[in-house]
DNA sequence: ATCGTCTGTCACAAATTCGTCACCACGCAC
DNA sequence: GTGCGTGGTGACGAATTTGTGACAGACGAT
């Protein structure tokens, strides 16, 4: 059973709905209309979000955006709905991070089967991401960290630092790619700027600090257990 | 760097192509008609394979089933690109397990996109590029070796020596040779570098020093199992 | 306006890597 | 055995890379 946050214009309501894979059906479990959309996905956390673009008031992008800036949200796939298939809309979405798309108009079924999918793929992302050793705890999917239970704010741009090398699963991440991922910079910059992120980022880790290593000359990694040869 | 299949009925060729996440282009590495889509993927193993429904002999359908069939294949996620948005081959192709799909016409630019974001999500699931005999394990991403397990950790340069030794596969390496791909130098160099360098690969191997062997007059070789004639 | 936080840059310190060299050991031809 | 050529080894210094603390501007909240 998964929870799914659908921001829709047709029926002009938020709904939270429950995705039942099953029965491949929707159940509204609440509608607010006093609450916006961010609030009740910050609130609810649910495992996808169904954004429509064309929504009567706002800005589908700017909702989008609000969801990606928020630690808690940032993890949660998103799947567009776009109208008649606007070639920019749809790439306007996928540069934004949107995990996928499905074009109006579109049959109910074909809907269920991409939020089925959407949901298989990321399902392995949401359950077993959490990392834990000892009393360190990163969840993936949030990429809240926790160290001895009580919770480490991160800063914007630690987040999306920390989150790229975690991701990365253990590989290394090089300096390049860090600096154009995180802060879009195109070519081969002469910066310190990452260096101190990443001491910064490792004083939040307390003395899980190693779990960034450096790897001279390329970049970083992070790894859940950094055990000593 | 990733590797991805595309096969397509425009080209009508099979191209093995590498996706340069960074650049964002697509290069056409080899091209082959003998084999079959199926074979190849087996072979490669890519990354991600991008897969046309409408092929001119074959049916798309049946290759799916085929790379889903075979463990090796099994794991790689597929992009299809169907017709003009028949409703039907979408849904049939992700009832079989797609994990993404393009509709016709679509520009190249979404096309790149939306694999580079399919790349992107099975990053950590495709365990590629890594390098095996015996108990040593290199991995091409993580630049990590693995002895029984153990990992150690070596530099670039002896990264990119062990690696050219390690691809040689058993066959000789010549000095010039690699004095050339790993250093750049151009012409014969009167230099002990490279001897430095093999004397600290081989303090890092331990007890598997023996598997770099000199060949006296020539270069170097990797063996795996140095066994005593 | 004022305060606090976040961020990028800088200068300097520390650490690592890397190439060279001197010297030694080994193999081979005679 | 002797001599020559080739490779092994340890040490050293230079160059490169990264860590670190301080600082000032930007930004937002109060």
Redesign the pocket.
Known sequence: MHTVLVVDDETDILELVVFNLERQQFKVLTADNGLTAVQIAKDKIPDLIVLDLMLPGMDGFSVFRELRADPRTNGIPVLMLTAKGEVNDRIAGLELGADDYVTKPFSPRELLLRVRALLKRTRKVTVDASLKSGDFLLERNTLKLFLAGRPV?L????FKLLRLLVEANGEVQE?DALLREV?GYSDT?L???L??????L?EKLGKHAECIQ???????RFVASPNPA
Do not use: I, L, N, S
């Not at 800063?155 to 630690?158: K, Q, S, Y």
């Open positions: 704010d800063t914007a741009t630690e300096r802060w910059m910066t310190r700027t260096d101190t992120h990443v001491k910064r490792r450096t790897v001279r000359g390329v970049g970083y």
